[in-house]
């Protein structure tokens, strides 16, 4: 089955750029997610990326999709306490019921 | 306010004794699905359900059940919990088939004893 793989765990300073990746196994993605969780909440969706593009900015938050690699990077610049949070990277495959595989996700510590 | 409520929000129960937890959204959303969430694994699907009467399993389905009567609800039922049930429970809802997102709740943490 598909499989999506993420690092349990980031640690950055307030004001510099994190970089969290991940790399999944469905060549026939769609759709390429990043959502997050704060603590005590459930997930919200922070961005998401056709797979037929390659990059998509969106205010401090930049996704990378390299789709033969099967490697997707979210790059939060000028990182704030308020970041911290588990990120979830997600792939939802072509069979169209919204069938959505979630890595482990990756905690992001942000230090002051 | 549009949203996903899941009730009880915190649940702590004993082995075998039969146990639901609640799932609402009031966008008039078709798809809704069950996950649970576990250290080290991530979200993982128990089951989802397209519409009213529509449902199938997800990656981890064994010792649940879900019905959907109504479209706004969907309840998860633990017949007979055991510990290797204690989660994270998650549900989500989406417009549709085709819709990008989904709508999470705010989780349920199940303990099983």
């Known amino acids: 089955g598909e499989d999506v793989e993420q690092s349990l765990f980031l640690s950055v300073r307030e004001g510099d750029s994190s970089v969290i990746n991940c790399t999944y196994t469905?060549?026939?993605?769609?759709?390429l997610y990043w959502y997050k969780q704060e603590p005590g909440a459930g997930l919200q969706l922070l961005t998401y990326?056709?797979?037929?593009?390659d990059m998509k900015q969106d205010q401090r938050l930049t996704v990378l999709l390299n789709k033969k690699d099967k490697h997707l990077s979210l790059r939060i610049a000028d990182t704030q306490t308020g970041d911290s949070a588990i990120y979830f990277c997600a792939e939802r495959d072509s069979g169209g019921y919204q069938k959505v595989t979630f890595g482990t996700g990756t905690k992001l510590q942000v230090i002051p | 306010e549009a949203q996903v409520t899941q009730n009880p929000r915190y649940l702590i129960t004993v082995t075998g004794k039969k146990l639901t937890v609640t799932c609402s959204q009031n966008m008039n959303h078709e798809y809704m699905s069950w996950y649970r969430q576990d250290p080290g694994l991530g979200l993982r699907q128990i089951y989802y359900s397209m519409n009213v009467e529509v449902t199938d399993k997800g990656d981890v389905p064994e010792g649940y059940k879900v019905s959907r009567k109504e479209k706004r609800n969907f309840p998860l039922i633990l017949e007979s919990p055991s510990p290797n049930q204690t989660s994270l429970y998650f549900c989500?809802?989406?417009?549709?088939?085709?819709?990008?997102?989904?709508?999470f709740g705010p989780g349920t943490r199940l303990t099983v004893t």
């Open positions: 469905d060549s026939s993605s769609t759709y």
């Open positions: 989500a809802s989406g417009r549709d088939r085709n819709s990008y997102e989904q709508y």
């Open positions: 990326i056709f797979s037929n593009m």
